[in-house]
């Protein structure tokens, strides 16, 4: 199975990040022998994937828009992903490279551990067995994220899961099965909870480049929110999680939007703070090939499908909220009018070849950051057997203050949230006219409302969420967590709408893969 075998050859060469200056620096991965810590250590850095969905899922949600034909698409894959369609394009942001990308991680963290095995482990290896050990449930998290349902405990089971590949691969052709999804999640839970406690910042010198204590504790806050249970416990993790990262006063550690580019009025500038190893919030910085910060961004090409001016106007950036209509991120949208980007994702170029102007694009983003960490937590609140509504409500406020211009913090209530959302009409779907898109949407929870107040805070939580991830993909999640059924408006023809049961809420495999044998989702 050519596409899925990981031949340790494929990691002779891997990122070594030091700023977000040298970030393309590489340094020798050395295969051959790994016989100590250092080697251990060095493999680690190809353990985090070179690929991030953020075209999959971010033209998949409801984020985006059709402008029209008059506009350019920057690739036949970018536009496959606006139609829930199996692409046949291989470039850096298609199922194929997220696909080889994440096992390719997977594979550096199971040599790792191979490796640690064989030196006979012991607390001085610890440390990067943690590191190992959530990285490779951070990769398997992408694609089971990208390629098959959102978890549902009632049907887990019975669902298909993805490939966990738990030891390096020795075999030409090995033999691969899908598995259930209920199996990928109970792989995905075990390999964070054996590596959380062994994670230590000291192993790192410069922490935010790799999974820190704090970033592996706010990828376990999301991951337990996307693994619901039938009881609820999964929310007690997320806020247990959360709290490790947070601490006592989450205003300390969040973004402070107004500061850090309130006032800045060049995109390069701002995508250069919000990416910043010196902001707090930023816990874990990742590097991908992507050209997704050309795609969505200030830039005169893909102008086909964007987060156009009725998007941006009635449902994100410039929508209102509860807590009023300005934040700095809407200060903060560029035109042009078809895509309306927040530029925080800079685009940093490679060149292999500067005669000829050849070269790789890539995208650095946070990964990990305390203001989505926050909103996790306060979902949590708010979704548990018993909502906490006032923990949730203090959280909502923390989130205001962090994205709120100077002078124009809000403070929110428990009955302001319930009065703003009870208000508001849903979206209706299909959504045919433009007037008709609001902040609030039909939802279709995994597991039902207790009450109508608490889908009230989650229509607020949601809407937060939506402006504070916005081009980061993180929005895909939701839509499956919540069985948002998403329109998609089509130029000339009907509108297209992923319904809640949808089959392409699960991407369909790479071609590649499932001519070589593994089982393709249903359509």
């Given at each position: 199975?050519?596409?899925?075998?990981?031949?340790?050859?494929?990691?002779?060469?891997?990122?070594?990040?030091?700023?977000?200056?040298?970030?393309?620096?590489?340094?020798?991965?050395?295969?051959?022998?790994?016989?100590?810590?250092?080697?251990?250590?060095?493999?680690?850095?190809?353990?985090?994937?070179?690929?991030?969905?953020?075209?999959?899922?971010?033209?998949?949600?409801?984020?985006?828009?059709?402008?029209?034909?008059?506009?350019?698409?920057?690739?036949?894959?970018?536009?496959?992903?606006?139609?829930?369609?199996?692409?046949?394009?291989?470039d850096?942001?298609?199922?194929?490279?997220?696909?080889?990308?994440?096992?390719?991680?997977?594979?550096?963290?199971?040599?790792?551990?191979?490796?640690?095995?064989?030196?006979?482990?012991?607390?001085?290896?610890?440390?990067?067995?943690?590191e190992?050990?959530?990285?490779?449930?951070?990769?398997?998290?992408?694609?089971?994220?990208?390629?098959?349902?959102?978890?549902?405990?009632?049907?887990?089971?019975?669902?298909?899961?993805?490939?966990?590949?738990?030891?390096?691969?020795?075999?030409?052709?090995?033999?691969?099965?899908?598995?259930?999804?209920?199996?990928?999640?109970?792989?995905?839970?075990?390999?964070?909870?054996?590596?959380?406690?062994?994670?230590?910042?000291?192993?790192?010198?410069?922490?935010?480049?790799?999974?820190?204590?704090?970033?592996?504790?706010?990828?376990?806050?999301?991951?337990?929110?996307?693994?619901?249970?039938?009881?609820?416990?999964?929310?007690?993790?997320?806020i247990?999680?959360?709290?490790?990262?947070?601490?006592?006063?989450?205003?300390?550690?969040?973004?402070?939007?107004?500061?850090?580019?309130?006032?800045?009025?060049?995109?390069?500038?701002?995508?250069?703070?919000?990416?910043?190893?010196?902001?707090?919030?930023?816990?874990?910085?990742?590097?991908?090939?992507?050209?997704?910060?050309?795609?969505?961004?200030?830039?005169?090409?893909?102008?086909?499908?964007?987060?156009?001016?009725?998007i941006?106007?009635?449902?994100?950036?410039?929508?209102?909220?509860?807590?009023?209509?300005?934040?700095?991120?809407?200060?903060?949208?560029?035109?042009?009018?078809?895509?309306?980007?927040?530029p925080?994702?800079?685009?940093?170029?490679?060149?292999?070849?500067?005669?000829?102007?050849?070269?790789?694009?890539?995208?650095?983003?946070?990964?990990?950051?305390?203001?989505?960490?926050?909103?996790c937590?306060?979902?949590?609140?708010?979704?548990?057997?018993?909502?906490?509504?006032?923990?949730?409500?203090?959280?909502?406020?923390?989130w205001?203050?962090?994205?709120?211009?100077?002078?124009?913090?809000?403070?929110?209530?428990?009955s302001?949230?319930?009065?703003?959302?009870?208000?508001?009409k849903?979206?209706?779907?299909?959504?045919?006219?433009?007037?008709?898109?609001?902040?609030?949407?039909?939802l279709?929870?995994?597991?039902?409302?207790?009450?109508?107040?608490?889908?009230?805070?989650?229509?607020?939580?949601?809407?937060?969420?939506?402006?504070?991830?916005?081009?980061?993909?993180?929005?895909?999640?939701?839509?499956?967590?919540?069985?948002?059924?998403?329109?998609?408006?089509?130029?000339?023809?009907?509108?297209?709408?992923?319904?809640?049961?949808?089959?392409?809420?699960?991407?369909?495999?790479?071609?590649?893969?499932?001519?070589?044998?593994?089982e393709?989702?249903?359509?």
């Amino acid at each position: 199975m050519k596409k899925l075998t990981i031949f340790a050859s494929a990691l002779a060469m891997a990122f070594q990040f030091t700023s977000c200056d040298d970030f393309l620096d590489t340094v020798p991965d050395n295969r051959a022998e790994v016989d100590s810590a250092a080697k251990i250590t060095s493999i680690l850095v190809s353990a985090y994937p070179q690929s991030y969905p953020f075209v999959l899922w971010e033209l998949g949600s409801d984020n985006v828009m059709d402008n029209g034909s008059i506009y350019d698409v920057e690739s036949q894959s970018t536009e496959d992903a606006y139609l829930w369609r199996q692409t046949s394009e291989n470039d850096t942001d298609t199922p194929q490279e997220v696909w080889d990308n994440c096992y390719i991680a997977a594979a550096a963290a199971n040599q790792a551990l191979q490796a640690i095995e064989q030196l006979g482990g012991g607390k001085s290896l610890d440390p990067q067995k943690g590191e190992a050990l959530i990285c490779r449930a951070y990769a398997h998290f992408i694609l089971a994220s990208t390629f098959c349902v959102a978890y549902d405990p009632a049907t887990a089971d019975s669902e298909l899961g993805i490939p966990y590949a738990t030891k390096p691969e020795t075999e030409v052709s090995p033999h691969y099965t899908r598995g259930t999804l209920q199996e990928t999640y109970e792989n995905i839970a075990k390999d964070i909870e054996e590596g959380l406690p062994l994670i230590d910042d000291n192993l790192y010198t410069v922490p935010k480049y790799h999974f820190n204590k704090k970033a592996a504790y706010a990828f376990a806050a999301r991951f337990y929110l996307n693994y619901i249970q039938e009881d609820r416990s999964n929310y007690e993790k997320v806020i247990e999680y959360a709290d490790e990262v947070l601490g006592s006063n989450p205003r300390k550690v969040l973004r402070d939007y107004a500061t850090d580019m309130g006032s800045l009025t060049n995109a390069s500038n701002i995508g250069d703070a919000f990416i910043s190893a010196k902001v707090t919030a930023n816990l874990l910085l990742q590097t991908v090939y992507s050209s997704w910060p050309y795609i969505y961004g200030p830039y005169s090409i893909n102008m086909r499908y964007g987060q156009a001016r009725e998007i941006c106007l009635n449902e994100i950036l410039y929508a209102s909220g509860v807590w009023g209509e300005n934040t700095v991120m809407s200060s903060l949208v560029w035109n042009p009018e078809q895509k309306m980007p927040f530029p925080k994702l800079a685009m940093y170029f490679e060149y292999t070849d500067k005669v000829n102007g050849i070269g790789y694009r890539h995208a650095v983003f946070p990964a990990f950051s305390t203001n989505e960490t926050l909103l996790c937590r306060a979902e949590a609140y708010v979704l548990q057997e018993t909502p906490d509504y006032a923990s949730a409500v203090s959280d909502i406020n923390d989130w205001i203050y962090s994205v709120s211009p100077k002078g124009q913090n809000e403070t929110v209530s428990e009955s302001d949230i319930i009065s703003y959302y009870s208000a508001i009409k849903k979206t209706p779907v299909p959504l045919i006219n433009a007037k008709d898109r609001t902040v609030r949407k039909p939802l279709n929870p995994i597991l039902p409302f207790v009450d109508q107040n608490q889908e009230y805070f989650i229509d607020c939580i949601l809407q937060a969420r939506r402006n504070e991830t916005v081009h980061e993909g993180l929005r895909w999640l939701d839509i499956r967590r919540f069985g948002i059924e998403v329109t998609h408006n089509r130029e000339g023809q009907a509108p297209d709408v992923l319904t809640v049961d949808d089959p392409r809420r699960a991407i369909q495999l790479p071609a590649d893969v499932i001519n070589a044998g593994l089982e393709a989702n249903p359509r």
